[in-house]
């Protein structure tokens, strides 16, 4: 199949990147479970080391298994081109790496996964940089966050947990005023629900652990580029637009042009970070990928349902959802995610803390896992879990105070999560 901007998203979700095996004409994409490949001569070995030739050296730098993963994300996404790596939380700090140094700042939204909100406020202050928490339904506050050094604003599509969702176009509004790039986390919406780049972001990151495998079965993450920023308009990205020591003064903007951010991160990132994906993980998230829309439509179905349901339900005291009428998020969904808020709210239960921990305990279809994006339906008390290294104020500020359960609905009958959900209520108040 060649690949044509008229397809579908269903089209493009089994067929992007993947083309019958050339040696064997093997219909699904192999697992190339290799460490190196044989160079044709030493010309051929010498180009590639050059970058003067795309083509396989060593698989912490490319693989084809992973190959055809970064083009089939980067196809979903509308970006020129991505590189995956071994993690969501790898991805984020592969995505700021070239942009970064030491003393430089990020301005983040406050509204983050927990572990990527304990990242930036302590582990990436060991390289010297630092990031700067700011409310996003203030841009006028993230736009004050920003100074001379500043090098990127990150946020999330549908933050995690609350399903709060980022007004994009406003954001990168900002970032562009500023001549710096927005890097959204798309990890809880997926390409299918949010576009990022359609509303202006520079770079797009996952957790591909979640919705994209599905189904729980390994980590992975991805940077996809847009193509779109001019990293040589000012001096703030010396690593893309000046000189490069390790290839011989090459300049990755002036050479590879929009593609510059991917080859970096192949031939800098993944080189010297090592963060890389491993080909099976590869392949257990292309598998995953081929039935997206399905299983997010499903995802979006049932929670509305469920988040519906659990409105009206007398134990329970507020509903996060945005696709609910009542968020003060609707207006945004339909621009923002115009096919659904995704599968992922919290619920405030009256009972407070001890409720919170008795409902949990009481769910049988409902696994607790510290996960989210599954086939199966997951629950999570986060200010006892995933948000449990917050303070009372960050706890405030993400949704995750101790009255606080995230769901992460699944793909199962809606039915039976109702009465999962009712029968785990009723004895949390009994
Ligand atoms: C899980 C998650 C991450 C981190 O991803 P890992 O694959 O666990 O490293 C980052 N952002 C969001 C929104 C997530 O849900």
Redesign the pocket.
């Known amino acids: 199949m060649s690949d044509g901007p008229s397809y579908g998203f269903d089209t493009l979700q089994i067929h992007a990147g993947a083309r019958p095996d050339p040696a064997t004409g093997a219909r699904q994409t192999p697992i190339y479970q290799t460490t190196a490949y044989v160079f044709r001569d030493t010309d051929h070995a010498a180009a590639l080391f050059n970058l003067q030739e795309v083509g396989y050296i060593y698989s912490r730098l490319t693989n084809p298994t992973v190959a055809v993963l970064q083009e089939r994300m980067a196809t979903l996404e509308g970006g020129v081109g991505a590189v995956c790596c071994s993690?969501?939380?790898?991805?984020?700090i592969m995505a700021l790496f070239p942009l970064m140094g030491p003393g430089l700042n990020v301005v983040v939204s406050t509204r983050?996964?927990g572990?990527?909100i304990t990242q930036f406020s302590q582990t990436i202050r060991r390289f010297g940089w630092s990031a700067r928490f700011v409310d996003f339904d203030d841009m006028d506050a993230v736009a004050a966050a920003i100074d001379d050094d500043t090098r990127a604003i990150f946020c999330?599509s549908i933050a995690?947990p609350g399903g709060y969702i980022t007004d994009l176009d406003a954001a990168a509004k900002v970032a562009s005023d500023a001549g710096i790039p927005l890097i959204v986390?798309n990890?809880?919406a997926t390409p299918y629900l949010c576009r990022p780049i359609e509303h202006g972001a520079t770079l797009v990151v996952h957790?591909?652990?979640?919705f994209l495998t599905g189904n729980g079965t390994v980590?992975?993450?991805v940077v996809v580029d847009s193509g779109n920023f001019d990293w040589s308009a000012s001096d703030k990205f010396p690593s893309l637009s000046a000189p490069e020591d390790a290839y011989h003064g090459l300049k990755f903007h002036e050479t590879f042009g929009p593609l510059a951010f991917t080859f970096h991160g192949i031939a800098i990132g993944l080189r010297d970070l090592g963060m890389t994906l491993n080909p099976q993980a590869a392949h257990y998230t292309l598998m995953g990928i081929e039935t997206l829309s399905l299983r997010m439509q499903r995802h979006v179905e049932n929670a509305e349902k469920i988040a519906t349901w659990l409105e009206g339900h007398d134990h329970v005291a507020a509903v996060t959802y945005a696709g609910l009428k009542s968020s003060p998020y609707h207006d945004r969904v339909a621009r923002i995610c115009p096919k659904g808020a995704g599968g992922l709210f919290t619920v405030r239960l009256k009972g407070g803390y001890d409720a919170c921990v008795k409902f949990v305990e009481a769910l049988e279809v409902f696994s607790h896992v510290a996960n989210?994006?599954d086939t199966r339906s997951l629950v999570i008390h986060s200010a006892s879990t995933t948000h449990r290294q917050l303070s009372p104020e960050q706890q405030k500020a993400a949704g995750a105070e101790p009255d606080v359960v995230r769901l992460s609905i699944g793909i199962e009958t809606a039915e039976d999560l109702i009465a999962d959900l009712d029968q785990a209520l009723n004895t949390a108040h009994g």
């Open positions: 993690s969501g939380h790898a991805a984020q983050l996964y572990g990527s999330e995690n986390d990890t809880s957790s591909m652990t979640k980590t992975g993450g989210l994006g």
